[in-house]
């Protein structure tokens, strides 16, 4: 089992920046595949960013790239989601996931484990 709990969301204005993070427990990770999804009112939830916690493979959405990073702390068993030049279109809950698949996941019913969600809001 893996506990994930995320934190870091709120109201920014477009162009700001946020740094969500995403605690994991229960289990050691390597060879844990985690991943980011974002969920817009009235749309499905869509895949972010992933990173293969072993080897550090990251992977990003399009419309992300140059803009998101994502990152670990193996110390602090931490995943991080970090966004710079935010835009209103960014706007979403944010769900951490995760699963033991390996490598770098992108569809969200390869996930086994998901967080509560953090609400990420930019306003124009």
């Known amino acids: 089992q893996v506990q994930l709990v995320e934190s870091g969301g709120g109201l920014v204005e477009a162009g700001g920046s946020l740094r969500l993070s995403c605690v994991a427990s229960?289990?050691?990770?390597?060879?844990?595949?985690m991943g980011w999804f974002r969920q817009a009112p009235g749309k499905e939830r869509e895949f972010v960013a992933a990173?293969?916690?072993?080897?550090?493979?990251?992977y990003y959405e399009d419309s992300v790239k140059g803009r998101f990073t994502i990152s670990r702390d193996n110390a602090k068993n931490t995943l991080y989601l970090q966004m710079n030049s935010l835009k209103p279109e960014d706007t979403a809950a944010y769900y951490c996931?995760?699963?033991?698949?390996?490598?770098?996941?992108?569809?969200?019913?390869?996930?086994?484990?998901w967080g509560q969600g953090t609400q990420v809001t930019v306003s124009s």
């Open positions: 996931a995760a699963n033991w698949l390996g490598g770098v996941r992108t569809r969200e019913y390869e996930y086994d484990y």
């Open positions: 229960g289990r050691t990770f390597s060879g844990l595949t």
């Open positions: 990173m293969y916690w072993s080897g550090g493979s990251t």
